[in-house]
């Protein structure tokens, strides 16, 4: 017994379908002229390529039988599944052929991309060179593609994939592609910023305006996440209730001209109305504010607060005070007057670490008591980073 494929399978339950579509009683018995061809569904050939792939002709004698070997040999010879109907009309029959699938299993053997680069195409797409034809994978590829070139700044971009029948269970894979022009920012204007100029916003930004010197493209993506940079540069500049956001874009697909503003509601500055230390029992709070640059009355920025919990850490490492595992840690909460801030450092010194031993390596020539002689620092000495950045130094706490 001959084996029957999957799209044979298919077709022989459509034909079976076919032949119980009610038609005008004349199909039955009297001879009907066939007065129209309609085709729906088509998604990778054109109308005129399935109807030379059909031997029915508009004006042939209406017959169910040679119908039913045109859906037969659509899905033997090329792979494409239709649900054939028929509709009476005043002067003879309408065949209807309503394509549920195209290239049902055929074997890709060639994928080519006009007007791409191959190398990075082929990596970007998932049909490949051997593989089965699966329409819906084509239909994804081709968004792929078009999302590719976006992201490269292309403004108007299409992207119609095209299958070919190269032989029996073949087909050949085609991606046109048409990027149009790229898109540029021509414009960029801020509204509402005061306290930080345009320079200091632009220089912040991935995103910058093309001029008659430069071919810079635009993304969007990149854009948007500049904007979301700006609300984190008004946060660590003391803006804590700054909003920065797209007020509006114009994007000519044509042109590639792209103008925006955006929109600053920077509000108050915060300042610092109080500095607490928390866990500080070698040094008392009067000496570690002469270390930190942040004090009552300044305002605020996040820079200057992580520069001042390295300033204590770093104060309890040098000088010889010992405290090698110091931990600093800064929290910040709104004060009961409005705009401002209070900045607490909560320290855990832990306990004294001193020299064990002093190690050399690579002294071939000079004894280690010389060298150990000419530095700063003994066995016994409290830990110091400035004085034992570059030693290898065994500590006992």
């Not at 819906?136 to 119609?160: M, P, W």
Request: aromatic fraction near 10%; hydrophobic fraction near 40%.
């Amino acid at each position: 017994m001959k084996h029957l494929s999957f799209s044979g399978f298919l077709a022989a339950l459509i034909l079976w379908a076919c032949f119980f579509t009610p038609v005008a009683s004349y199909c039955h018995g009297a001879q009907a002229t066939i007065i129209g061809i309609e085709v729906n569904g088509l998604k990778t050939m054109s109308e005129a390529e399935f109807l030379g792939k059909i031997k029915i002709k508009k004006g042939d004698v209406f017959s169910r039988k040679a119908v039913s070997e045109d859906v037969r040999r659509l899905a033997d010879e090329e792979g494409i599944i239709v649900h054939a109907v028929f509709r009476e009309g005043p002067d003879g029959v309408v065949v209807v052929f309503n394509v549920i699938a195209e290239h049902v299993g055929d074997e890709i053997v060639e994928v080519e991309f006009k007007r791409g680069p191959r190398a990075d195409l082929e990596d970007v797409v998932r049909v490949r060179r051997g593989s089965r034809f699966v329409e819906h994978i084509l239909r994804s590829d081709a968004n792929r593609i078009r999302n590719y070139f976006i992201e490269k700044g292309y403004a108007h971009v299409i992207v119609r994939p095209k299958v070919e029948k190269v032989s029996k269970g073949k087909v050949k894979v085609t991606f046109e592609i048409t990027k149009g022009p790229k898109f540029q920012l021509k414009k960029l204007e801020f509204v509402g910023n005061k306290g930080l100029s345009r320079s200091d916003l632009v220089a912040f930004m991935e995103t910058k305006v093309d001029t008659w010197l430069t071919s810079r493209r635009f993304v969007r993506r990149a854009f948007d996440e500049d904007i979301a940079r700006l609300n984190t540069l008004y946060e660590w500049k003391g803006y804590l209730d700054a909003s920065v956001e797209l007020d509006t874009i114009s994007m000519d697909p044509e042109t590639g001209r792209v103008e925006a503003v955006i929109k600053i509601t920077e509000g108050s500055r915060y300042k610092i109305v109080e500095v607490r230390f928390e866990g500080n029992e070698a040094a008392s709070d009067k000496e570690l504010l002469g270390v930190i640059r942040l004090q009552q009355d300044q305002f605020y920025s996040v820079e200057a607060r992580q520069a001042d919990v390295a300033a204590l850490r770093r104060y309890y490492t040098t000088g010889k005070r010992g405290y090698a595992s110091v931990s600093v840690k800064s929290l910040v909460k709104k004060a009961e007057q409005p705009n401002t801030l209070i900045l607490t450092f909560s320290i855990q010194e832990g306990k004294r670490t001193y020299i064990r031993r002093i190690e050399t390596s690579g002294n071939y020539k000079t004894r280690k008591k010389v060298i150990v002689r000419e530095m700063r620092i003994a066995p016994g000495d409290l830990y110091d980073l400035d004085l034992n950045w570059f030693a290898y130094v065994y500590c006992l706490s």
